[in-house]
């Protein structure tokens, strides 16, 4: 099953990534994760991509296009964060065409800005092992910590309430535009996503079921 997520910053995206990931044991190919590993490590990329993250801009499509080009090897697949765009979108055609892959569904979480507001400025990261946290919704058994590493929590830097805010104006300018793109293809399917995260899930495994593609015989 190869799938795209496609939602607003705090649609839940890199929750929903990951469940699905275990669920169907597919690859989840992050792209905002694979980033902010080169920013950490300080690599020639890092440095160049970190400009355009902390602004809350999209980095360039051809620095995007490579990364993708390398990590996108093989069928079952979800990607997170990508395709952001138009061009984008069409050139990630070419790439599955290149190397015999086919897209089946995209996924789009829809959520309101209030809640995804909500979500973010309570979001905690562990930038040691990327495991994600909500000071409210889903904390970590003690304050500040990660349970999986030990190591500190902190704030995304472009969590910050400007940041967030740019963020939601470039996808309403260049992302949203994709929803229209997928539903013509009839490859869109569209979740609440302002419910919990476990309703989510359901409801996309659902929704995937519904097209055929729930390979889960458990029926979960
Ligand atoms: P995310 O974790 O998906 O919210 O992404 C964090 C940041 O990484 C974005 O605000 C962009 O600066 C950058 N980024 C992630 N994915 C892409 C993409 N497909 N195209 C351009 N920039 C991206």
């Known amino acids: 099953m190869n799938l795209i997520l496609l939602g607003a910053p705090g649609s839940g995206k890199g929750t929903q990534a990951k469940f699905l990931a275990e669920h169907y044991k597919i690859k989840k190919i992050v792209v905002g994760d694979i980033l902010r590993e080169e920013v950490k490590n300080n690599t020639p990329l890092g440095k160049v991509v970190s400009e355009y993250m902390n602004k809350g801009v999209l980095v360039p499509d051809n620095i995007i296009i490579k990364v993708i080009q390398e990590k996108l090897n093989s069928s079952g697949f979800i990607l997170d964060g990508f395709p952001r765009n138009l061009v984008q979108a069409k050139m990630l055609e070419e790439i599955l065409k290149e190397k015999a892959l086919s897209l089946d569904r995209v996924i789009y979480l829809k959520v ?90 359901s409801e996309i495994k659902k929704a995937l079921n519904s097209y055929g593609k729930d390979k889960d015989s458990s029926g979960n």
Not at 159 to 177: I, L, M, N, P
Not at 183 to 201: H, M, Y
Request: with cysteine.
């Open 112 to 201: 309101n800005e209030e809640k995804a507001v909500e979500r973010l400025s309570g979001r905690r990261v562990c930038k040691n092992c990327g495991a994600i946290y909500h000071i409210v919704n889903m904390p970590p058994q003690k304050e500040g910590i990660c349970d999986k590493c030990g190591e500190k929590l902190m704030i995304r830097d472009d969590d910050r309430e400007e940041t967030v805010k740019k963020r939601w104006q470039v996808f309403r300018r260049e992302t949203s535009s994709l929803i229209d793109h997928y539903l013509k293809d009839s490859k869109l399917l569209e979740v609440d996503a302002n419910k919990s995260k476990e309703e989510v899930f």
